[in-house]
Structures are given as C-alpha cells and as structure tokens.
C-alpha cells in the first residue's frame, strides 16, 4: 500500500486505542464499578479488547477494515450508566440478552446493537428478527422470579425507517426517548421558562434509538395505593410536627408528605434509621456518657453502634440522604414492617425515639383531600419475589417487605445489603436505595 494508504491505516488503528484506553478510564474511575458487577465485567472485557488492539499491526490493505468490538461495548458502558437504568445484572445472563435490569422502575432484558443501519433488512430470516423473536420467546416462558416485563432494544447508531416500522407491526415495539433523564426545568430565577438539558460525559446517547416490547400484560400500568386504614386518633393532614421533633426529623417529614405518582417503599431498617437517635443530635449525649455505662447498655451491639456514632461525627448526613430519597415521593409501608417497627422501638427505643415514632406512624395514615401523603398497605410481595428460594438471606418476611414494594413498583429504601446482594445473585434487578444502618439508642 501507499504512504497514504498506510497512515490512514495507522491513523484508525491508533484512533481505537485511544477510545479504548479512554473507555477503560472512564470505567476504572466510575464510583460504581463496586456496586455494579456488570461493569467489573465490562471492565474485563473493554481490557481485552486493549490488549488485542495493541497486539494489531495496521492493515496491509483498506479493503480490510479494522475488526473491533468496541463500539458495542462502548454502546453497552453507555446504556448501563444510564439514569433510567438500575440494578444491572451480570452481562449476557441468558442467550441473546446483552443484561437483565430495572429499566425505568420495571424488570427489563436489554439488547444492544452497535451496528452499521445498513446492514440491517427487515426479513422473514433477518439476523435482528430471529434474535428478538428468540428472546420474546424466552422472556415468556422465563420463571416468575427472572421474568421480564419488557424488552428494551437499544440501537447506539440508530436504525431505518423500515426496521422501526417492521418491530412495530410484528412485535407492538413503543419507540422511548432515552433523553428523558437529561432534560429538566431551569431553576435559574432568570431563566424562568427554559429546559435545561444536560447530557452525560458523552453525547453519543443522541444517536441512540430505543424501543421498548411488552413481555406481561399491563408492564407500563402505574399502580398507586387506592386505600390504607386510618388508625385511630391519626393526625390530621394540616397537623404540625410537635414541639421538640422539629430539627432533622420534621425536615424530613416535610420532604416526606408530597403529591407524586412516585412511591417509595420503607423497610424497617429506614424507619429506624429516621427515628434513631444518632439520626436526630443523641450522638452527643451517648459519648458523653462513660464508656463502662455504654458498654453496659448495647452490650455485644456496642461497636455496632459506636461505628454509627463515629460515622455520623464525620461528613456524612443520613438525614440528607433519607431526605433525597422520598423528596417528592409518596412513601408506603407494609403491615409486617409495621408491626416489627412497632415491637422494636417498644423494646429498644429511648423516650425521643418513641415519641418521634408515634409521630411517623400517625403520618403514615393521613388522609388528604386529593392523595394518601404515605400510607400503610396490605402485604402484597409480587409473585417474581415469591418465586425466589427462601434462604437464611431471603427469609420470608424480607421476601414480603420487598416483594410488596416490588409489587407497587417502587424501590425499596433499605440499610439490608446482603438480601440485595442475594437478589442479584439470582438475577433477579430488584430496585432498592442504599442507606447507612442506624440503630435505636435509648434516648
């Protein structure tokens, strides 16, 4: 070939491994490669794809293009740190399906193309039409526990007119807007009116199109509590916080009791973690008590509960962090978290914790005029829940709590990491949000 020739050849083999090494960064440096196996993954497989592209000599001729995997697994590092998707599984779970997650709050497999539209053709034995329908096929005949309700087909380069019209007539495809996430109301005063768009470190997801396929019936039905059970001598709806729960606690409540169609389901261990004393200025009374009495007190909990104190004295603000996680949300409880919350603050709970306890569980049944704020709802755990092994992990009465959120389609706000990590063991993407443990202190 000619110098032309050779350093165009060049220019395109060096350009590939220099995306490859900056996808390798970007994945290296992401705060969620540990909460993510998915990305350790993609980690391994982006580290392969380096090392081949090192090992490459440019090509003697153009007709042979450079052969790399790169641009799918760039597409698939972009899909995963999507906002709309969550609890991503690991990569290629089941034949044909690039990974299994919540998608938008709904369980989803996920199938990327990073290829030429070109090459695409809407046949009766075209390559993308046996794929989809081999993987609709086993996403219905799939156990409840791993079952998806939809598909999400996911084109980083785009796609023709005629494979977007083909998907819909045979398989009822919703074409979705992946640049939903990013596009929100300007808070600038000044700019009252304006959308502000803001797009991850890439831009690339503008080329992406999407399309969505129902698995179930009803996959996009938005469920809300239609009733709850008003317990006696509830407060009213226009009732204050009282005197003495103002501080971090009525911050939150005020956070808490907001129109939304967005539900989020509490465990027991956030309802403690809200009324905990360490959550609410009891930190300081706790060390200033002798060691020997605090000893005494939490007795074979007493690191347990000393980490939390020494936690807490440091940057980190549970209260901020339960704060954003039901701002503007509608927040339920099941009956079995109501009845364990109630025995363990009544055997555990300070005078303080107690009382803030009455307070969050009279909020829980307020009525409005126009939407239940937050509401206590029957034990309902969706059958995919049920369908789990129980396990010492996976106990019966987490598989309630969970699955009841699960079942409202909400996430479940939980400090029990490791029934989190049994449930993506599974395979099962289960939605939750993190929060440090807190315990109940006495006061």
Same mark, same amino acid.
């Not at 050849?9 to 992401?30: H, I, M, Q, T, Y």
């Not at 929100?184 to 502000?196: I, K, L, Q």
């Not at 009803?218 to 317990?231: K, R």
């Not at 969050?360 to 969706?382: E, G, H, M, R, Y």
């Given at each position: 070939?000619?110098?032309? *020739?050779?350093?165009?050849?060049?220019?395109?083999?060096?350009?590939?491994?220099?995306?490859?090494?900056?996808?390798?960064?970007?994945?290296?440096?992401?705060?969620?490669? +540990?909460?993510?196996?998915?990305?350790?993954?993609?980690?391994?497989?982006?580290?392969?794809?380096?090392?081949?592209?090192?090992?490459? +000599?440019?090509?003697?001729?153009?007709?042979?293009?450079?052969?790399?995997?790169?641009?799918?697994?760039?597409?698939?590092?972009?899909?995963?740190?999507?906002?709309?998707?969550?609890?991503?599984?690991?990569?290629?779970?089941?034949?044909?399906?690039?990974?299994?997650?919540?998608?938008?709050?709904?369980?989803?497999?996920?199938?990327?193309?990073?290829?030429?539209?070109?090459?695409?053709?809407?046949?009766?034995?075209?390559?993308?039409?046996?794929?989809?329908?081999?993987?609709?096929?086993?996403?219905?005949?799939?156990?409840?526990?791993?079952?998806?309700?939809?598909?999400?087909?996911?084109?980083?380069?785009?796609?023709?007119?005629?494979?977007?019209?083909?998907?819909? !007539?045979?398989? +009822?495809?919703?074409?979705?807007?992946?640049?939903?996430?990013?596009?929100?109301?300007?808070?600038?005063?000044?700019?009252?009116?304006?959308?502000?768009?803001?797009?991850?470190?890439?831009?690339? @997801?503008?080329?992406?199109?999407?399309?969505?396929?129902?698995?179930? !019936?009803?996959?996009?039905?938005?469920?809300?509590?239609?009733?709850?059970?008003?317990?006696?001598?509830?407060?009213?709806?226009?009732?204050?916080?009282?005197?003495?729960?103002?501080?971090?606690?009525?911050?939150?409540?005020?956070?808490?009791?907001?129109?939304?169609? !967005?539900?989020?389901?509490?465990?027991?261990?956030?309802?403690?973690?809200?009324?905990?004393?360490?959550?609410?200025?009891?930190?300081?009374?706790?060390?200033?008590?002798?060691?020997?009495?605090?000893?005494?007190?939490?007795?074979?909990?007493?690191?347990?509960?000393?980490? *939390?104190?020494?936690?807490?004295?440091?940057?980190?603000?549970?209260?901020?962090?339960?704060?954003?996680?039901?701002?503007?949300?509608?927040?339920?409880?099941? !009956?079995?978290?109501?009845?364990?919350?109630?025995?363990?603050?009544?055997?555990?709970?300070?005078?303080?914790?107690?009382?803030?306890?009455?307070?969050?569980?009279?909020?829980?049944?307020?009525?409005?005029?126009?939407?239940?704020?937050?509401?206590?709802?029957?034990?309902?755990?969706?059958?995919?829940?049920?369908?789990?092994?129980?396990?010492?992990?996976?106990? @019966?009465?987490?598989?309630?709590?969970?699955?009841?959120?699960?079942?409202?389609?909400?996430?479940?706000?939980?400090?029990?990491?490791?029934?989190?990590?049994?449930?993506?063991?599974?395979?099962?993407?289960?939605?939750?949000?993190?929060?440090?443990?807190?315990?109940?202190?006495?006061?």
């Amino acid at each position: 070939m000619d110098a032309s *020739q050779a350093c165009a050849a060049v220019s395109e083999l060096e350009l590939a491994r220099a995306r490859c090494g900056a996808l390798r960064s970007r994945l290296a440096a992401s705060p969620d490669l +540990r909460g993510k196996p998915a990305l350790g993954s993609l980690l391994r497989l982006v580290d392969a794809e380096l090392r081949f592209l090192s090992s490459l +000599r440019p090509a003697p001729s153009l007709a042979t293009p450079l052969s790399s995997n790169l641009p799918h697994l760039a597409a698939l590092h972009l899909l995963l740190t999507h906002p709309a998707v969550r609890s991503p599984s690991r990569l290629s779970p089941f034949p044909g399906v690039d990974f299994a997650c919540a998608f938008r709050g709904r369980p989803a497999w996920a199938l990327v193309s990073a290829s030429n539209p070109a090459r695409f053709a809407w046949t009766p034995r075209g390559a993308l039409r046996a794929r989809v329908t081999a993987v609709l096929k086993a996403a219905r005949g799939a156990p409840p526990a791993t079952r998806p309700e939809k598909l999400l087909l996911a084109f980083s380069r785009g796609v023709g007119a005629d494979i977007a019209l083909g998907l819909a !007539e045979e398989f +009822r495809t919703v074409e979705t807007d992946l640049l939903a996430e990013f596009v929100g109301v300007s808070e600038d005063e000044d700019e009252e009116g304006w959308v502000a768009v803001s797009f991850n470190t890439s831009e690339e @997801m503008r080329s992406f199109r999407a399309f969505e396929i129902d698995v179930v !019936e009803g996959a996009g039905e938005v469920l809300l509590p239609q009733e709850a059970v008003v317990a006696e001598g509830s407060a009213s709806a226009d009732e204050d916080v009282p005197l003495g729960l103002e501080g971090a606690f009525g911050a939150f409540v005020g956070k808490m009791w907001r129109e939304s169609r !967005e539900l989020v389901n509490l465990d027991t261990t956030a309802l403690v973690a809200i009324v905990s004393g360490i959550s609410n200025g009891g930190v300081g009374k706790l060390m200033a008590a002798p060691e020997e009495v605090t000893r005494a007190r939490f007795k074979c909990n007493y690191k347990f509960v000393m980490d *939390q104190v020494v936690w807490k004295c440091s940057l980190y603000s549970i209260g901020a962090m339960l704060g954003k996680a039901v701002e503007r949300k509608q927040c339920i409880i099941c !009956e079995t978290v109501n009845s364990e919350f109630k025995e363990i603050v009544s055997m555990c709970g300070g005078p303080e914790e107690k009382n803030r306890a009455r307070h969050l569980l009279k909020q829980l049944t307020i009525l409005t005029n126009t939407f239940w704020a937050c509401s206590i709802v029957p034990d309902s755990p969706s059958a995919r829940m049920m369908d789990l092994p129980t396990t010492r992990k996976l106990a @019966m009465k987490n598989k309630v709590v969970f699955g009841t959120g699960d079942h409202w389609r909400s996430p479940t706000l939980t400090a029990n990491m490791g029934l989190v990590r049994a449930v993506a063991q599974s395979g099962m993407p289960l939605v939750t949000i993190e929060h440090r443990p807190r315990a109940l202190i006495g006061l």
